[in-house]
């Protein structure tokens, strides 16, 4: 339980900065280091010298794309949570994320234009949660274990149709294909079209932040308090979908953290959504970032796929929240 | 003047109907209990009358407008319902809880003003929780739960007032002492109240208006005194019930 000094608005700001040195060290951490002040330097004046090259080509791209990435995933988990009401939820886990991965796949198999990828993306992923939505919902309210195990066996199901596209792909790349199974990052800029999604994802968010205060206890009482439930619920499902679709077309399927990111946030800011997304949004990027140059420097000169790194933070956090039963609520 | 009425409705779920043609009407002042046995549909009609299911035939009107054209907000500023049930899915303090009752009253970007905190702080008081707006809500216990819906209902500040079971996980003492004063700060101010009873000699002590509902859409009501007879009530119960004079008061006893 944070102390109330971090309640009053503390985490916001200081999740800022922290976004802030930590894109610093992904640009001047790598296989040739460069130091603070060569790297203001090298901001400021831009020019053509070494560093300049690998910052502006190499390490920006792929941190802003972190960045934007991280933001993206930890705003679709937290809405994803909401929507499902189960704090399991995450793009990754069930499935949305494969929705986007297996249908960009199929734009590239099919040999349609590459511009169809982003668009392809969009529908899988809608596609994905559209289909949680309606399967998983038993009787009444949403019950945890068939949400998860629908969402899993849509995940594999996914899982599968890329493993088919990509065995059935004569004479491509394969290895670079592997990254919408796995997650990675290539020395792509996150694109105009990304940014101002997360922007505005993150606006209306905030603007129906108490709408989803309420949602998240309970569709009846929302209803009862004026919330128009409907709405919202596919306001919530086309704008995670979105965000999804934005990250992974950017990275292929980067698991937890929808899950990670959100839980840890509730810790610190509590549930209410004005500060959690805000604070998520943040915290998704600062680990993205993060985990990104790790990526990239712990077994270096061997690139891991960002991922895996995810992937190790966030099966143990997902079993964990799964064995204390999540009824309970984060504190 | 009526603030709730419904005209020849027909409510239920499923294969269960809770009331057929049923005209009623709920004026200020008035305090309703809804009484009949497990699966009947009390909580249906309830949900019905508060606009959350669909109404199979008949109209609503809330305030002398039809309930389907009144926006949503209106609708949660008019009435107000406590659920049998209480859901969270993440813990909150309790003062956030309380203060979701005003929602219907705060919109968009604007912030809850000092008296919407004013307000969630007299109602905290007057179910007896001053004291706890800091705690978590899932370290209360079930009874300090349900004042604490009753205290978000409150600050919800409604004309028509639906209650699911109100005293629901209470203790004795809360039981008869906040439904004294919930209800008389209910009737002061011009509200209809209708709840969902459990236990008939409280309902019949807090109420002047008894809604029958016999299964299979067959209904009766009336005043206290009119309704609430041996008859009718062992027949409600499907047991013998047997009325008993204490002093002023009348119970009902079963057999």
């Known amino acids: ?331 | 003047m009526s603030l709730l009425s419904a005209t020849g409705i027909e409510a239920g779920v499923g294969s269960v109907t809770a009331c057929r043609d049923l005209d009623l009407t709920l004026k200020p002042g008035e305090v309703w209990s809804v009484l009949g046995q497990n699966g009947v549909g009390k909580t249906t009609l309830l949900l019905t009358l508060a606009g959350l299911r669909p109404l199979r035939a008949g109209e609503i009107e809330l305030d002398g407008t039809s309930l389907q054209s009144l926006s949503r907000k209106e609708r949660a500023r008019k009435m107000g319902i406590l659920f049998q049930h209480f859901e969270t899915l993440f813990s909150t303090r309790v003062v956030d809880a309380v203060m979701t009752g005003r929602h219907p009253w705060v919109s968009g970007w604007r912030g809850t003003s000092q008296h919407d905190e004013k307000m969630v702080q007299e109602q905290l008081d007057r179910v007896g929780l001053e004291g706890f707006g800091q705690r978590m809500v899932t370290t209360l216990s079930g009874g300090e739960r349900r004042r604490m819906e009753i205290a978000a209902l409150g600050a919800q500040q409604t004309k028509v007032v639906l209650l699911d079971e109100p005293v629901n996980h209470l203790d004795l003492h809360y039981q008869v002492h906040l439904m004294r004063i919930m209800l008389e700060e209910w009737q002061r101010k011009g509200c209809a109240v209708m709840m969902v009873m459990h236990d008939i000699n409280l309902a019949l002590r807090f109420s002047n208006r008894l809604l029958l509902l016999f299964g299979d859409g067959e209904t009766c009501q009336g005043d206290v005194a009119s309704v609430a007879t041996e008859s009718n009530l062992t027949r409600l119960f499907g047991h013998p019930l047997q009325r008993v004079a204490i002093g002023k008061e009348t119970l009902f006893w079963p057999l």
Do not use: K
């Open chain 1, 1 to 331: 339980m944070g102390g109330s000094w971090v309640r009053q608005g503390w985490v916001i700001p200081g999740l800022a900065v922290l976004l802030a040195v930590v894109m610093g060290l992904s640009l001047s951490i790598g296989s040739m280091p460069i130091d603070w002040q060569e790297l203001v330097v090298t901001l400021r004046t831009g020019g053509s010298s070494v560093s300049a090259t690998v910052v502006f080509d190499l390490r920006l791209p792929r941190a802003l794309s972190a960045l934007v990435v991280g933001a993206s995933l930890s705003l679709a988990g937290v809405l994803m949570q909401v929507l499902l009401r189960n704090p399991l939820a995450d793009p990754y886990v069930l499935g949305t994320s494969g929705g986007a991965a297996a249908f960009a796949l199929l734009v590239i198999f099919l040999g349609l234009p590459y511009q169809g990828i982003p668009l392809a993306a969009g529908i899988g992923s809608m596609l994905s949660m559209g289909l949680l939505f309606l399967l998983a919902r038993g009787e009444g309210d949403w019950s945890s274990a068939r949400l998860l195990l629908t969402g899993i066996v849509l995940a594999s199901g996914w899982g599968a149709l890329i493993s088919f596209i990509l065995s059935i792909t004569q004479g491509a790349e394969i290895h670079s294909m592997l990254f919408w199974l796995m997650g990675d990052f290539r020395a792509v800029s996150p694109g105009l079209t990304r940014w101002i999604l997360l922007a505005s994802a993150l606006a209306l968010g905030l603007f129906v932040a108490r709408d989803l205060n309420l949602l998240a206890g309970g569709e009846l009482r929302a209803q009862s308090l004026g919330v128009h439930t409907l709405v919202l619920r596919l306001g919530i499902l086309f704008g995670a979908s979105l965000l999804t679709a934005a990250a992974v077309t950017l990275s292929g399927s980067i698991g937890f953290v929808g899950l990670v990111v959100p839980h840890m946030m509730r810790r610190l800011v509590g549930a209410d959504h004005r500060r959690l997304l805000p604070a998520s949004a943040l915290a998704g990027s600062c680990l993205l970032v993060l985990a990104e140059m790790i990526a990239r420097t712990v077994l270096a000169p061997q690139q891991l796929p960002v991922g895996v790194i995810t992937a190790f933070v966030g099966v143990p956090l997902f079993l964990y929240l799964l064995g204390r039963g999540h009824r309970a609520g984060s504190p």
